[in-house]
């Protein structure tokens, strides 16, 4: 009992980035109908920053939030360099083209990376809180601990997703953003701006992606390579929110975070190898056949023109 | 010729004539001897080998199987003070004649140098002075058709890997492109090396090392005017795809003359039943991959995985007493290659297994692993694994405030990221290393230290993969140096299954004991053990074992 407890703290902790990375993925993809795959890349650029800013110091929190803040802004002008330079020339290309782009800008920051900073394991001195909370004893679960800074992640997660689902939904630049997503060509002739505001939306995106790749990175190691694999959970969760329903990341995050770490531990005696990380894509090829008119809908050729 | 007959040279008494059954080497060598003898011409013009040459030269007295070997080698060490012959040739044909002079007039630094077999039954295959002067159980010398070709093996003695290992053309010329990837003016030798993912700064570092010795070599004139070039392929770390894509890059499009000083253990796992059905040599490879050790034409340089989980664990449990254990694993090649070395120490002493964790190498989240392994609560952790999964795992479980009754344990925090990166939630831990530490500032150290900051900046990102490579660059040098310059594939093979490397001083603190047979090679069988001291320091480690044999390394 007080394992699978555990597991499944851990699963809605660990699910928390999963949320967040998904919230900047669907914000990103509803202004601008392109899958962001690029975003790992600014969000790890983002954080080798904040390694830069933190590195040899004695992690003290101003330095570290000063450095926080340099790192996902450095990640929001990406997004801007990325939607102008490599996404808003294809507006008129297929569908496919600008993903395949965001692939290659992904690349492309993975090779900026290791040119100038190595593809070493890297740490970043932080002062977030180390500790676990014994939280289980409350209901006399002793052994269920919780660590703060996956608490603390955790709420940022929320208080972010919220903001960002009541940006979208209450406040004029929402509605224009759901409008050039609705109907991109009818939004232009009332005179949305939509390159404009499809850019302001791929800052946001790769600010909020960035804070949880910060985060992510903070709390265990950094290296090129490693927060790829987020993303492409971030991308199941922003299914599971029919790239559309911000409100779904909170939701969807914690869920998928709980099901791997649940299919990591013992089913019916077994214990598979793997099994934790391969879940993830089971559940997106079962989100795309259950969810197969949502996504339809939402990714019908509507993108920006 | 029957240059790939079988030949036995085992150090150590208690292998006499036999292989490891965990090697999965033939158990009976010799079996496949019995053509005819050697007769490949004796080239031994070569150079002496090491300068100091204080090693026995064991195995001398070998070879000769009838051939028409031309007389001994004309160099040694330059000091050299080797006892010549010692084999026990008690074959009936050819015994291997006492080596030449060195050219320092040391006598005899070669190990059955120019093993003029003036007698050799040419046909019978008599084998003669197979074993060598610790081979005194009863190395089976002169057993039955375990004959080594009669090619006169170029003077060397097994001096430290600090040799220069250079040597001069031949006033004729050294034959020019002899075979494929040679050519007059260079040797093209090809490598898996990991130059990206998850540990490709640490990998990059290991091509570094090769490069630093071919590039001293190379700048003192090659060998017989030949410079080194080394042909890398980036496989990652990887099994499958990429490593099967740069062996057809290496072999088909730039066309290598043999693998050499490569480091990548997963690529080998793919790559070793292609090279070995091609019988392109792999001369020094890394030793991580059990596949390197199951194929006759594959000379590893370190020792196998479970041996080095044999000898960590062996120590561990003597000295702590451990009842129960929780393993992380690498779920691959390498990862099972440790685990099942672990298991066969866990097993003899009874010590239960009570949580087997494995993730996939790239795998960053650990929650679960750790969350199984806690609740398990085992005495302590043994890390199966290279070093990136268990760097994560100890951070996460020191995020759920847990840490094990005892120190971990495992085979790669040998690796100084490791301490850095996890700080003092990794002290007092225990891992093998194949050689002695660097700190110990051995000839052979000293000079890999002095070479590698001549050429690279990075010397503190050395570790003991590099210092494998270092060595195995070292040994590649003077393969090709004892090869002569008439330098075929063949004859590659012939000087490195002569049992001429056997005794060959890595200067690590780690003399090659040479076990081959027709199913595969085996030379370090030696593993040190080392603990976390001080994790954030330059330097560690301390050592509490010095490198000692494989005692999971059993005869039949």
Known sequence: MELYTQLVVNGITNGAVYGLLAAGFVLVYRASRVLNFAQAGMGAFGA????????????????YIGGFALGVAVAAGLGILTERLAIRPLRRAPALAPLIATVGVLLLLQTLIILRWGGDLRSIPNPLPKKPWRIGRIVGLHSVVVNQSAVLILV??????????????????????????????????????????????????????????????????LNPYTLFLLQIKALVVGVFAGLKDLRLCLIGGPLLGVVESLAGSRILGHQIAGLSDSVGFFALVALLLLRAGTITETLGDTRAS | MSLLAAAVFCAAA???????????????????????????????????????????????????????????????????????????????????????????GAPAGAPGAGSAGAAGATGSGGATGAGGPRSAAGARAGAPGAGTAGAGTAGAGNGPAGAAGTAAAPAGGNGGATDVGVTAD?????????????????????????????????????????????????????????????????????????????????????????????QIPALWTDGLSQNEFTCPTIFPTGPAGRSQSHVVLDYYINKLHP??????????????????????VLNKYGVKVVSEQKYNLGETN?????????????????????????????????????????PSAGVTCNVSVWPKEVGDYSKGMICENPWQLTSAHLPGQVEYERTY??????????????????????????????????????????????????GFDTGFGVKFSQHSSATGNLFSIAVAVVEVAKPADEDPYVLLQAPIPDPYFTAG
């Open chain 2, 186 to 278: 260079t040797i093209k030798l090809g490598g898996f090396f990991i130059e990206s993912g998850p540990v490709g700064e640490l990998g990059i570092t290991l091509l570094k090392s090769v490069k630093a010795v071919f590039n001293e070599v190379n700048a003192a004139g090659g060998i017989y005017g030949r410079k080194l070039a080394i042909v890398d392929c980036d496989t990652s770390f990887t099994s499958g795809d990429k490593p099967r894509a740069c062996y057809t890059k290496l072999t088909q499009q730039d066309k290598i003359f043999a693998f050499a000083a490569t480091g990548d253990g997963p690529a080998w796992v793919t790559a070793a039943p292609l090279a070995c059905k091609d």
């Open chain 2, 453 to 502: 900051k001549k050429y690279w900046a990075d010397w503190d990102k050395r570790n003991y993969y590099t210092e494998t490579m270092w060595i195995a660059a070292k040994a590649t040098v003077e393969t090709l140096r004892r090869a002569g310059p008439n330098l075929t594939r063949a004859r590659l093979l012939e000087v490195l299954r002569s049992g001429a490397f056997n």
């Open chain 1, 48 to 63: 080798y920053v904040l390694f830069d800013v933190m590195k040899g110091s004695d992690a003290g929190t101003g330095r």
């Open chain 2, 366 to 406: 650990f929650t679960t692993q750790v969350t199984n392994m806690r609740f398990a609560n085992p005495d302590f952790v043994f890390f199966s694994s290279e070093p990136l999964g268990p760097i994560l795992f100890q951070k996460t479980a020191e995020g759920q405030g847990w840490k094990p009754p005892m």
């Open chain 1, 156 to 221: 940022v997660m929320v208080l972010l997703v919220s903001a960002l689902a009541l940006v979208v939904t209450r406040t004029r630049w929402g509605l224009t953003i759901r409008s050039i997503s609705d109907n991109p060509a009818g939004a232009a002739g009332l005179g949305v701006r939509v390159g404009r505001v499809s850019g302001q939306a791929w800052a946001l995106g790769a600010a909020v992606g960035a804070v949880a790749s910060l985060l992510a990175a903070s709390t265990t190691i």
């Open chain 2, 14 to 104: 208690a292998c006499a004539g036999e292989q490891p059954k965990h090697l999965g080497l033939a158990a009976n060598a010799g079996l496949t001897g019995g053509g005819p003898g050697g007769s490949a011409p004796g080239t031994a013009t070569a150079p002496g080998a090491g300068p100091s040459g204080v090693t026995p030269a064991d195995g001398a007295g070998q070879g000769a199987a009838g051939g028409a070997g031309s007389g001994g080698g004309s160099g040694a060490g330059a000091a050299g003070p080797v006892p010549a012959g010692g084999g026990e040739a008690a074959g009936s044909a050819g015994s291997g004649a006492p080596g030449g002079r060195g050219a320092a």
């Open chain 2, 323 to 344: 009842k129960t254990v929780g393993i992380l694993a690498q779920n691959d090649d390498i990862g099972n290659e440790w685990l099942t070395g672990a298991k066969d």
